[in-house]
């Protein structure tokens, strides 16, 4: 089993839309996760931590559950340059600090 | 402040041949950690420095790998000798926790070709 789960998309949605992806993660000793956008052939950028509860940041959220081992995020007022890849992270939680990586959600913003 | 950087970008070489990339982590940050993505694949730890001293290599996929990182400083990681399989691409990152927090910086990451 993947220590990190997310749904490929793709996800095609037109400007000004609201689009959510969910990620789910095995290991429930688990306490950070995070949210990076990749774009095409480029490195992963940090876009927002999820420590507690939640996070806001502008048009996007992120949302923790831990009961159900899931973590999202919602991005409002869709702009074209939000398309990219969105990685679902976990970090190992035995004290190295590594990162477990979804395989990415695609999405494409469309005009 | 300068980001994390690799060198090369791009790098392509025949089966049983040797390479190695570099990372040159952000100033000043003690963790560095390599990772790997195969074409179709989620990116993939490989192996975590503090300073110079390898905190975790169970990423590391066999004895054809060695990574360094002398002085604590920038890191190099050797394929000897290069296998069709690992092909992919090599991301470097870099962390100084602060207060718990453990945000990873990533480089541009070298893509790796093996014919």
């Known amino acids: 089993r993947k220590e990190v789960e997310q749904d490929p998309g793709p996800f095609n949605v037109p400007e000004g839309a609201t689009v959510a992806f969910n990620c789910t993660y095995s290991?429930?000793?688990?306490?950070?996760f995070f949210w990076y956008r990749q774009d095409c052939r480029k490195e992963p950028k940090l876009l927002m931590s999820?420590?507690?509860s939640g996070n806001e940041d502008g048009r996007f959220t992120a949302q923790l559950n831990r009961a159900s081992q899931y973590i999202s995020l919602l991005i409002r007022d869709s702009k074209l340059s939000d398309s990219a890849t969105y990685l679902c992270?976990?970090?190992?939680?035995?004290?190295?600090?590594?990162?477990?990586f979804g395989t990415g959600t695609r999405l494409t913003v469309i005009p | 402040e300068a980001g994390v950087t690799q060198f090369p970008s791009h790098s392509v070489i025949e089966k049983g041949q040797t390479v190695t990339l570099r990372c040159d982590p952000i100033?000043?940050?003690?963790?560095l950690y390599w990772y790997r993505r195969v074409m179709g694949k989620e990116i993939k730890f490989l192996l975590h420095?503090?300073?110079?001293?390898?905190?975790?290599e169970s990423g590391m996929p066999n004895n054809r790998f060695l990574a360094e990182r002398t002085g604590g400083t920038y890191s190099t990681l050797k394929v000897q000798p290069a296998e069709l399989e690992d092909s992919g691409v090599y991301f470097c990152?870099?962390?100084?926790?602060?207060?718990?927090?453990?945000?990873?910086?990533f480089g541009p990451g070298t893509r790796l070709t093996v014919t």
């Open positions: 990152a870099s962390s100084q926790p602060l207060a718990g927090v453990y945000e990873q910086y």
């Open positions: 290991n429930s000793a688990s306490q950070s």
């Open positions: 999820v420590y507690s």
């Open positions: 992270v976990v970090i190992d939680q035995t004290g190295a600090n590594n990162l477990f």
């Open positions: 100033s000043g940050h003690d963790n």
């Open positions: 420095f503090v300073k110079e001293s390898k905190q975790d």
